[in-house]
């Protein structure tokens, strides 16, 4: 399974991104999302969805800023992040899970920077 993230970028303090995912898999996803990391910490969740039924999970610190969609094919997702802060720079990694046996997979990650 190969996931293709871009749209990252640098961007002001209060400004938007896009991100977009791309899977190589169309069927059998459960659900796709976006995670991040900065260097020397762990991953983190930012927002997922389930692929199926659209269900989303949000990180509190991006309730209401963060919106994840899916595409019109089902292996597509986006993530639209508004009102950005210095405090979500980070390399976003897109994630897929596999619903025939639940494995993860992660994409080569998309940098994003937020200047103050």
């Known amino acids: 399974v190969q996931l293709q993230a871009s749209g990252g970028g640098l961007v002001q303090a209060g400004g938007s991104l896009r991100l977009s995912c791309v899977t190589s898999?169309?069927?059998?996803?459960?659900?796709m999302g976006w995670y991040r990391q900065t260097p020397g910490k762990q991953r983190d969740l930012v927002a997922t969805?389930?692929?199926?039924?659209?269900?989303?999970n949000y990180a509190d610190s991006v309730k209401g800023r963060f919106t994840i969609s899916r595409g019109s094919a089902t292996n597509t997702v986006y993530l639209q992040m508004g009102s950005l802060e210095p405090e979500d720079t980070a390399v976003y990694y897109c994630?897929?899970?596999?619903?025939?046996?639940?494995?993860?997979?992660w994409g080569q990650g998309t940098q994003v920077t937020v200047s103050s």
């Open positions: 994630y897929a899970q596999l619903q025939f046996d639940g494995s993860a997979h």
């Open positions: 898999v169309v069927f059998n996803i459960n659900k």
């Open positions: 969805i389930t692929i199926g039924g659209g269900s989303t």
